[in-house]
């Protein structure tokens, strides 16, 4: 069995892809930044015309991390591309791919779009 999996976001994750974005900006040392609520996530990722996307990372079933981007235009290349704007994975489990996986996952939709840049 596989114990990485990666998938798009769903209207269920709102709530843990909020709690990574505080887990990040502890990180990070901003979490006084932080003003995104689960409403405001599940609003934008998942609402009628979402602008945002999410990909989560669950390691033997349970989430524990997220990659989210969105799509980019580069006048330049006449192209959309992809701009990643959060990565995060569980402290206890860096170290075993998954943020590589996430990175490998978008790269890959990047060429499967054949888009521009990441």
């Not at 901003?30 to 689960?38: C, I, Q």
């Not at 599940?42 to 669950?58: I, N, Q, S, T």
Request: glycine residues 8%; negative net charge.
């Amino acid at each position: 069995m596989n114990k990485l999996n990666i998938r798009p976001a769903v209207p269920a994750d709102a709530s843990q892809i909020v709690d990574f974005i505080r887990a990040l900006a502890v990180y990070e040392k901003l979490e006084h930044e932080v003003e995104a609520s689960e409403a405001d996530i599940a609003r934008d990722l998942f609402g009628a015309e979402p602008k945002v996307f999410c990909e989560m990372a669950e390691w033997e079933g349970k989430s524990v991390g997220f990659a989210l981007w969105f799509y980019t235009y580069s006048t330049f290349q006449g192209r959309h591309g992809i701009w990643l704007e959060d990565i995060y994975v569980d402290p206890e489990l860096r170290g075993q791919g998954i943020g590589k996986a996430l990175l490998v996952h978008l790269a890959q939709r990047c060429a499967n779009e054949e888009l521009g840049r990441f």
